[in-house]
């Protein structure tokens, strides 16, 4: 029995050292992509891009090896695989999800479809500039074309009722657009009513708080403290993460070495603000992750969607509630001096918290923010039901847009043409965003219950007990658990988007009296 | 014979696409080791080592897959191969040294010395730190074993007639012992008399202008003006490199993504003002090489030798004549300001050509820094030649600074184990430094007489003649020839020591009045 314990093993840490090159890779693409968005010379983009297409297909050869499929074979056929623990049978499950995915698409494909991205993005940029869907049209049906025919085959892969699905799987594992559909239908009204009776209510919010000039140096002295508040260490000699300028903010890293970027606007402070606090719950995520699944599948988020919910929960259920902001006031008070003196709590409260239907979907609104995602996940089943032309997307897009948040889309750049995502073939991705919101919703009502004097803590300045929460229910759990899954041994209960909903009820009864 | 030269075509592209793969690895390498020292937050080390490791082990497989051994034999077996120009012989020839070498050595032995590297460099800094060579000196050992054991088996390869030879022939192609010895012996001997006279003249140089406080935002002032000087561009919208600050100032990079880093310290500010002149002259070789050499063995530089010529041109032959520092001045003047009022040319410009026999390499002056490089040399060879045994290192290394330099080793810290090169295992790469100056005295003399008025154009702040030069004579010829050919077909003479040390005695003997 040993002699086959050992045998079992041994074909397990042969799995495991596969994987451990091929996130390597990953790793190190990740430091290539930072590099070209915040410190590449500009010149240097076509070596980068060779560079990351090289390291893309060294990762994609690692993982598409045969031996990988024999490996994988052998230990389900094995009559001890059943000694295996629950954890080395969820690395295994997901090691042979990325396995097949990767050895199901054909090369050519794969590459066409890289190929394809670069040129669609290419021409989504200059139609963008112009305004003119005419130049970028072609291109979008070519990517959805080629995403069409990947998502057929994973459909077999994946065992999903539609394309479509396969295509959600991808970033919400067995989320299926059914499902989605079901909790997105009840948030749209949900969110809607809250919309109108803001739109109904006589309070009026004044945002001039938000215009004032503040210099990139203080904003730069913000950021810092938001970044000791969350202990997203980048300054001392063991520190983990950096935090750097780029056009758009993002986060990328692994364990110890994590990075978010911000993007500072002199006359809109709280844009870097929110960055900070945004990229920084992605980055506590990435770097809470237990150390012992380091080069493991079992090292990475559980979703898309999850890891939303952490950089959304500390952007906006902590960062913009009262309490937060009535710590984080007398900070900025000091940091901004004279233009800042006198400012009102509840105004800069409120001020942070307009709702304000708006053509932009990286702009929107807490309450709003829902509705540009529903009408980007519609129209995506549209697309991939066959239900909706290249040619009617436009006018379908402005009219959802009127149809749900009442905003008359002038020019198809504010309107289809606004993200990069379908370009870069990015289809069933957004769901992810609102989903995120979702889970937060449920988390947060989780939280308030086992967080003594919840409210008190975080007026305190104190982010320990949160991010102590986070890390044990979630950060912790690495990629053991679907999304899904995850949340029910978090919450207890099933995907629901009630707490969300009564959280914004609740919320936004109070800011705007109705 | 159409498709025998199609044949012929097909087999010699599938070796250069083989190098492209391979050479594109190196490259992302050389940004996660850049990053590693100028961004990386510490913590990220453990996986940094773990990603520079899996590329190096990526590109080793892509060189020595087997297949290239049989394209290389088809080729080599062809009746049209005297079809192939010059340049893709050469291509050819240099992939064949590369695969050579990379295939004879076993893959024990390569991951061996890897692995002993890791660990000679760490008791090496312990060592330094504790000042005691006994800490060091076991680990030194297993790396010198490990090192003659590969050089054995590259002797056969490369053909030559030492172990050392085949290790020299890694930095400085075809160079032997032998010729080295050749030319150091009368460069000992041209130095020692240089040195001789200086010490005997009257002349006392004041070297207080040198620790004048210069603030480090000066300082970067200072750098942006170099940089201009030489072209070398790190601001506009299509730049190709980038000024960082690190402990130990380097250049890497390729073609339209060359970087270079600094180190100011406030009360040494020419440490920084040569280190960006060196730093960027490595910086203009790697801009320069042609671009129709990319992603082969062509586009890269012809030595390590011919490398540090560049570098060593700009910060000494050009940063510290008479009419650069003459150019110069003013601008520091200007920069900053009061410390430096009243300043004059004549003191400035022998305050940077002080000479100071020292025990320190990396400070030595322009006279005796070949010295320091004689050393290193000779010890290189006794250890190789089995004359010396570790035990005699220190006392070896004591004498022969006492001998040549007259100054007495305090400690093994400031002695035999000053510098990181031998820990790291890189023996036979010393000789380069002091070649890149003997080159430089035959470069710099045929150059005086290719451009008209010289020193007039040095003094004008007009570097485009010189850039030109380097570039015709040196950067357009990329790896195309070997050390001692390119500087042949460049000066028309052999390899000699005689310009270098006239250039010396010429330069000193106004400086010192001898």
């Known amino acids: 029995m040993l002699g086959l314990n050992n045998e079992i093993q041994s074909l397990y840490d042969s799995i495991l050292t596969k994987y451990k090159e ?4 990953q790793t190190a693409s990740s430091i290539l992509h930072w590099d070209m968005e915040t410190k590449m010379p500009p010149r240097g983009i076509e070596l980068r891009s060779q560079q990351l297409s090289v390291l893309e297909l ?9 031996q990988n499929g024999r490996l994988l074979d052998s230990i389900e056929k094995h009559p001890n695989k059943y000694f295996l623990s629950n954890q080395q049978v969820r690395n295994l499950y997901l090691f042979k999800k990325v396995y097949d995915e990767n050895t199901k698409l054909p090369d050519s494909l794969v590459s066409e479809t890289a190929k394809q991205q670069t040129i669609s993005i290419n021409t989504w940029k200059k139609a963008k500039a112009a305004k003119d869907y005419n130049i970028f049209k072609e291109d979008l049906k070519k990517i959805i074309e080629l995403k069409l025919e990947a998502a057929e085959i994973l459909m077999d892969v994946k065992g999903t009722k539609t394309p479509y699905d396969a295509l959600l799987d991808s970033y919400e594992s067995k989320m299926s657009a059914e499902k989605i559909n079901r909790i997105f239908n009840i948030m749209k009204k949900g969110l809607i009513e809250v919309i109108n009776k803001i739109n109904d209510s006589e309070k009026k919010i004044n945002t001039e708080i938000l215009e004032i000039k503040v210099p990139v140096n203080d904003q730069k002295k913000i950021s810092q403290i938001l970044m000791d508040y969350l202990g997203y260490d980048i300054l001392s000699g063991v520190a983990g993460g950096r935090l750097d300028e780029t056009e758009h903010p993002f986060t990328t890293g692994y364990y110890d070495d994590v990075r978010i970027t911000t993007h500072y606007y002199e006359d809109k402070f709280t844009s870097s603000f929110y960055s900070v606090l945004h990229e920084g719950g992605h980055a506590l995520y990435n770097q809470n992750i237990p150390k012992e699944y380091m080069y493991q599948p079992l090292g990475e988020a559980s979703s898309y ?9 500390i952007e906006n259920l902590i960062g913009r509630s009262p309490e937060f902001v009535s710590y984080i006031l007398p900070n900025l008070k000091k940091i901004i001096g ?7 709590l509840r105004d800069f409260y409120e001020a942070v918290n ?3 239907p708006s053509k ?4 929107a609104d807490e309450v709003t923010y829902g509705l540009h995602i529903i009408i980007r996940f519609e129209i995506e089943q549209m697309i991939f039901n066959g239900e909706a032309s290249i040619e009617e997307l436009p006018q379908i897009w402005n009219q959802k847009y009127f149809d749900y948040l009442g905003v008359q889309i002038e020019n198809d750049s504010e309107g289809i043409m606004q993200d990069t995502h379908w370009a870069s073939g990015l289809f069933g991705y957004f769901p992810s965003y609102a989903l995120g919101n979702i889970y937060d919703g449920m988390f947060y009502k989780k ?3 086992d967080i003594p004097k ?4 975080i007026k305190s300045g104190n982010f320990i007990p949160i991010k102590q929460w986070l890390k044990n229910n979630i950060h912790s759990k690495g990629n053991l658990y679907d999304p899904e899954d995850l949340i029910k041994l978090v919450t207890g209960e099933n995907l629901t988007v009630k707490p969300y909903l009564e959280y914004l009820e609740r919320k936004f009864s109070k800011i705007y009296n109705f």
């Open 354 to 356: 307009v709702v304000s």
């Open 305 to 313: 969607g999850i890891h939303e919910s952490q950089s959304r929960m």
């Open 454 to 457: 919840f409210k008190k803590v």
């Open 22 to 25: 091929a996130i390597i890779l």
């Open 58 to 66: 060294a990762g994609h050869k690692v993982i598409t090896n045969p």
């Open 360 to 363: 932009i979907r990286v702009e």
């Open 338 to 344: 004279k233009p800042f003196k006198g400012i009102k």
């Open 447 to 449: 939280m308030k219950r």
